[in-house]
């Protein structure tokens, strides 16, 4: 019998693409559960980004159109960029570790040819947080320039997003790698001839205003039960307004998607089967998230609101899932996760799920304890 | 082999790595120490009869603290991610699939560290002063719990102890020699950098009587930490592997025969920095009032200078490996070179990041520079290869391939003899030298022949006086190269390798 190692070089030679070896320490558990856990923080750091990103977006909407009644909810989205850029990077670590474990050979391979690009992030990162912390810690002593302050930041986190979908794009197309390190070993490359390239950065921007839109929203049905009424009507009604122009967006560059995807991975996506029902999942979730937060933009309490985000983020979640089978897809015949060996750390794995549900449960805990405090104080403000 | 390499010119992928590890390393560690310092501030707030004054100050150490550890902290925390996959991704690569849950674990504690600090910060006004204690006890307790965690696996590449290929016990990777003594030293560090920050912040606080209590109460965590710390370097330095004291040994020494190599400079810088904070502090301690901003700042940077220094001696001590033992910093495994044969195997047969045709033998030596040499070094910039080359012959270069693992700080050459070639002719041409591998391999063939005539001939009792002289074939090989930035005295390793 061939061992797995080997079966992956034969492969590697006979599609001429240099697909490094499997790393020999293999999965700790078995795959599926490390791509279950991806996605479920992959799908919250989305949430994450969507806010942060769609925050600034609308903020700067409102902020160069200088009308005064929206300074509330400029100062709810200008404040909360900070907080929101510090779980997207804390959320965006355990998908990038998990990226790693399941698919390292190809994820190491795309972003040492895009190398000059990829570390640039770091500081883009910076200047993005820097910049929004910037804006809140400046907004009230000086209040020119914080236009440009939050746009600087809004460009380094659009670049960021873009040099990531260069790397997970090119990390699925192995048949290109070596001419390109041939041409470009000094990690300028990037992959713009790859044709889903844009709609595919846009696909993953545009739900950023559907998702600040509908967290607009929760902050409404918040501020009206602190008794805030006049703020919270004002909230609802721009986030209703902004909610179906965003996913409008995003539908237009999902039906991009498709039309430039290689034939064989869109017929797959259409073939019925578990991507299919992923996709039609997440599609059929958005609408209900959709018409939940329409609802609640013009209801009272703070229920509707809430389950609008969890189903938004179960849609994520489904998403996150096709797209993984997507790149599976794309790999083929290259590589497919049986190549693997399994070496159980299942110890380990129960010291990590132990960490978790304690580390969770005592954020909790203290949540409950600092929120009744801080929406005291919040009502307070009326 | 397996992965491209970076080819990042002038710089070089592993001081991009220490460029951000090091702004890394200046600030977690304080955020730990910080954290540690902010708890033990609440609690003694809390007993002073001026405690609202001190909450004050300690209000305006949080924001700094906050902004610092999360916006600068966080972000190159993630970058020296980015930056070591980039360097050596197979390293990498054995780190995170036989870590992964350690990670994962930390992940939570960052998770745990931010949301905590949040509350604790963005609670200020309303929490009570029992729930503020509570929370800075355990943003303390949490992010040591990082530094724990990360701790097991920055120590298992020094020193990665009962570890290897062959028995991939995770315990024993990550309680290896060096986790005990470096996580005392850590902690210790980071409680001095705590107490130096408090310094800062508190020397602009107006009221004297307030500055000088709060000035000596940050004291407190600076000197005691500064002077337990060599105790537990020493015990560091009993676990480290005897090829890396000796490294370093080797420096020091170096000194006293008035050779400053690169890693006794950075011993020395970390030792001095030591010293100075000590004798600093001393006098802050006895005159507080005095304490400007500006001496705040400097005592603070002297601090980082010490720690950059300390990790410098750490990093150089790993040489040539990136897993000691285990794993070479250009991704050769150790138990795969231990196998003559699979090292003279031609070397592009094996690996994938090139060009199917080369047309000439530089271009093929250019590919093998790229492949095996440039993890570590750059053609002109940091550790440069044209420096190091700049009295070479062909003859030399070829001989110098198939030792120049023997003094321990470099890996062995990967390749075939007509690789070694290609690869000689490639660094010539970097000084405009056009050597072809063809003809380098005539002198080394004709070489070898005039050695072994001699040695028949010395059998045979006749020793000839037509023998042209051996090794080196290019005096100017061995003389007049200076010792490089990197603790290497070329000129010293050349005489080594030829004797």
């Known amino acids: 019998m061939i061992n797995a190692s080997l079966f992956a070089n034969l492969l590697t030679v006979a599609a001429g693409a240099p697909i490094p070896n499997t790393d020999p320490l293999g999965y700790g558990i078995p795959p599926l559960i490390f791509q279950l856990l991806s996605y479920l923080t992959f799908s919250m750091h989305l949430m994450a980004m969507n806010f942060t990103v769609g925050g600034a977006i609308l903020f700067l909407w409102l902020h160069f159109r200088k009308n005064d009644a929206s300074l509330p909810i400029r100062r709810y989205l200008g404040g909360g960029l900070p907080l929101g850029m510090s779980y997207v990077v804390t959320l965006g670590i355990p998908p990038l570790l998990f990226v790693q474990v399941l698919y390292g050979q190809m994820f190491y391979s795309s972003s040492i040819l895009i190398a000059a690009h990829w570390i640039l992030i770091i500081p883009l990162l910076i200047t993005a947080y820097g910049h929004f912390y910037l804006h809140k810690l400046t907004r009230d002593k000086r209040k020119k320039r914080q236009g440009a302050i939050v746009l600087i930041g809004l460009i380094a986190m659009l670049l960021i997003g873009f040099f990531y979908s260069n790397n997970i794009t090119l990390s699925q197309t192995p048949e290109k790698w070596l001419s390109m390190y041939a041409s470009k070993p000094h990690g300028m490359a990037l992959n713009l001839s790859e044709p889903t390239l844009f709609p595919r950065f846009l696909l993953f921007i545009t739900p950023a205003i559907a998702v600040s839109g509908l967290g607009i929203i929760l902050a409404g049905a918040f501020l009206t039960r602190w008794g805030r009424e006049v703020e919270g009507a004002a909230f609802k009604a721009f986030g209703k307004s902004v909610v179906p122009l965003g996913l409008l967006l995003q539908a237009l560059c999902a039906l991009w998607v498709v039309a430039v995807l290689p034939e064989r991975i869109s017929a797959y996506v259409l073939s019925g089967n578990t991507a299919t029902l992923l996709l039609v999942a997440g599609v059929v979730l958005v609408a209900l998230a959709m018409i939940l937060a329409l609802v609640a933009a013009k209801s009272k309490g703070i229920l509707l609101p809430m389950l609008s985000s969890v189903l938004a983020y179960a849609a994520i979640f489904c998403h996150a899932a096709m797209r993984d089978m997507v790149r599976l897809q794309y790999l083929v015949p290259h590589f497919d996760l049986s190549q693997v060996p399994l070496k159980a750390q299942w110890g380990m794995f129960g010291i990590f799920v132990v960490t978790l549900v304690a580390g969770l449960a005592l954020l909790i805990v203290l949540m409950l304890k600092v929120f009744p405090g801080m929406a005291a104080a919040a009502a307070a403000k009326k | ?499």
């Open chain 2, 1 to 499: 082999m397996n992965y491209p390499v970076w080819d990042l010119a002038f710089l070089g992928s592993g001081l991009v790595v220490a460029i951000i590890a090091t702004i890394h390393i200046f600030i977690s560690h304080f955020a730990i120490g910080g954290g540690i310092f902010l708890w033990v501030a609440e609690w003694w707030s809390g007993r002073e009869p001026d405690g609202a004054k001190i909450r004050e100050w300690l209000h305006k150490y949080a924001t700094f603290f906050l902004i610092y550890t999360t916006v600068f902290g966080a972000m190159t925390g993630v970058g020296i991610w980015f930056a070591i996959q980039l360097a050596s991704a197979e390293g990498t690569s054995l780190l995170i699939h036989q870590f992964v849950f350690v990670w994962a674990s930390e992940w939570v504690l960052f998770l745990g560290e931010l949301t905590v600090l949040y509350l604790y910060y963005y609670g200020w006004k309303t929490n009570s002063p029992r729930l503020q204690l509570w929370l800075a006890g355990l943003y303390a307790l949490i992010s040591w719990g990082s530094l724990f965690a990360i701790n097991g696996i920055l120590t298992f590449m020094l020193t990665p102890g009962d570890w290897n290929t062959q028995n991939l016990d995770i315990a024993a990777g990550f309680f290896n020699p060096g986790f005990w003594p470096s996580l005392f030293i850590r902690t210790l560090v980071m409680i001095l950098l705590g107490g130096l920050g408090g310094m800062v912040i508190a020397s602009r606080i107006e009221n004297e009587e307030l500055k000088e209590k709060t000035i000596r109460f940050c004291v407190k965590f600076v000197i005691p930490a500064a002077i337990l710390t060599p105790f537990f370097a020493v015990w560091y330095w009993t676990v480290l592997p005897a090829s890396a004291s000796k490294l370093i040994e080797g420096g020091v020494v170096g000194v006293g025969g008035g050779r400053m190599e690169a890693i006794t400079a950075y011993f020395l810088t970390a030792v001095v920095a030591g010293a100075m904070i000590v004798l600093a502090s001393t006098v802050v301690y006895l005159k507080p009032k005095a304490l400007t901003m500006m001496t705040a700042i400097a005592i603070f940077l002297i601090g980082m200078t010490g720690i950059t220094g300390a990790e410098f001696v750490r990093e150089m001590a790993r040489k040539p490996f990136v897993i000691h033992g285990v794993l070479y910093s250009n991704s050769l495994w150790k138990n795969k070179a231990a196998d003559p044969d699979y090292l003279a195997q031609p070397y592009l047969e094996k690996a994938k990041w090139h060009p199917s045709e080369m047309p000439s033998s530089l271009e093929r030596g250019e590919w093998l520079f790229r492949l095996q040499c440039i993890s570590c070094h750059t053609r002109d910039g940091y550790r440069a290869m044209k420096k190091r080359t700049a009295s070479w012959s062909g003859n030399f270069g070829v001989k110098w391939f198939e030792r120049m693992h023997e003094q321990g700080v470099m890996p062995p050459f990967e390749g075939s003899l007509e690789d070694r070639a290609a690869l000689t002719e490639y660094l010539l041409s970097l000084h405009g030298k056009k050597e072809n591998a063809a003809d380098i391999l005539k002198a080394v063939e004709a070489e070898l022949n005039a050695e072994k005539t001699k040695m028949i001939l010395q059998e045979a009792g006749r020793v000839p006086d037509a023998i042209p002289p051996e090794i080196p074939d290019n005096p100017e090989a061995v003389k007049d190269v200076p010792a490089d930035e990197n603790g290497m005295d070329v000129q010293k390793d050349n005489k080594e390798v030829l004797q």
